[in-house]
């Protein structure tokens, strides 16, 4: 680990996070900063899962002792705790830390996809399941839940909620079992982290003037990788290639005066990519709105562009529209 440099390991950080809470955080950086780390996850591939603890654990331990210092220290914030919720629920709070610190029970659990773990859990007890649905990260335990047959579902839910300790020799067992099943599932020396469709994924929640700085940047820097990094990518400009059935369902969903500002800051093709799918009335009025906008800023226009390009993948997610760039992967045969 020590071979990496701060860029690297800010990199593999913002990859483990998703990219929602990526974009997020990117906004507290400096411009430089942001383009470094782009360019960083961009390139990864694999690392070792040894390596992508470590980075993690060091980032972890480093925001722990800052909390501690700021708060002033443990005993002040135990005293806090009780005296905010009781002594035992400041103990059970105290239980969860120490767990968290002291054990790395089902470590892979957290990194695994639900799919893989759905696969090998299904068949267990409801008060085994309850107890690796314990330690896995909220989003699979839910995702997995869903999907149990119903019986299982409450048993599960009714035993996670009256789990309070589990014996250590227990956890230890079950996690020698669990992992030995699923390194036949999948293979557990490395996990796939970064890379172009990650950085897509994170660009497109990032807001337009980022988006375009980044871009500008790594054209400069790798023309090739931005290329394929854009092409990965929804931006306003592509509505020109959505179908009529797409642009008519996310016209409605769109505030009117974000339509007008977007359209102002827009390409001739694009605006009139919009304006041929709407009803004469809309398209005279909205056509009215564009005219009588003056000295609209160029990041006005830049987050109402955002604004409605989140629309559409919203309802692309929600199967309302298909988002189509005219790869073959994307043709639907009737």
Do not use: W
């Not at 708060?71 to 005293?79: K, N």
């Not at 639900?114 to 649905?133: G, R």
């Amino acid at each position: 680990m020590n071979t990496l440099t701060n860029a690297q390991k800010a990199a593999i950080i913002i990859s483990a996070i998703g990219s929602e809470n990526a974009s997020e955080v990117f906004k507290h950086f400096s411009d430089e900063e942001v383009e470094a780390i782009t360019y960083e996850v961009a390139k990864m591939d694999y690392y070792p899962m040894e390596t992508i603890d470590e980075v993690l654990n060091e980032f972890y331990e480093l925001c722990l002792t800052q909390k501690v210092i700021a708060e002033g220290g443990v005993e002040y914030a135990r005293d806090v705790l009780e005296k905010a919720f009781g002594a035992q629920t400041a103990q059970a709070l105290f239980d969860k830390i120490t767990k968290q610190l002291q054990t790395k029970a089902f470590g892979f659990v957290r990194k695994a996809d639900y799919k893989n773990l759905l696969a090998i859990v299904q068949n267990e007890h409801p008060q085994t399941i309850a107890l690796i649905l314990s330690y896995a990260r909220s989003d699979q335990a839910s995702a997995i839940l869903s999907e149990l047959p119903k019986k299982t579902r409450i048993d599960v839910v009714e035993r996670m909620a009256k789990m309070d300790r589990a014996s250590p020799d227990v956890v230890k067992s079950i996690e020698a079992t669990l992992e030995r099943k699923f390194a036949n599932l999948v293979t557990m020396d490395s996990m796939e982290v970064g890379g172009v469709n990650y950085v897509a994924d994170v660009l497109n929640n990032v807001d337009r003037a980022t988006e375009k700085y980044i871009f500008d940047e790594l054209n400069l820097r790798d023309p090739k990788l931005a290329d394929e990094i854009r092409s990965k990518m929804f931006v306003f400009e592509d509505i020109v290639s959505l179908d009529s059935m797409a642009i008519q369902a996310f016209i409605p969903e769109v505030d009117s005066k974000d339509l007008a500002i977007a359209i102002k800051g827009s390409t001739p093709e694009v605006a009139e990519c919009i304006y041929a799918n709407m009803s004469t009335r809309m398209r005279e009025s909205t056509q009215t709105d564009v005219e009588y906008l003056h000295n609209v800023r160029m990041r006005d226009v830049e987050e109402a562009q955002q604004r409605i390009v989140s629309i559409i993948r919203r309802l692309e997610d929600e199967g309302t529209l298909i988002i189509s760039k005219g790869g073959k992967e994307d043709e639907i045969i009737a």
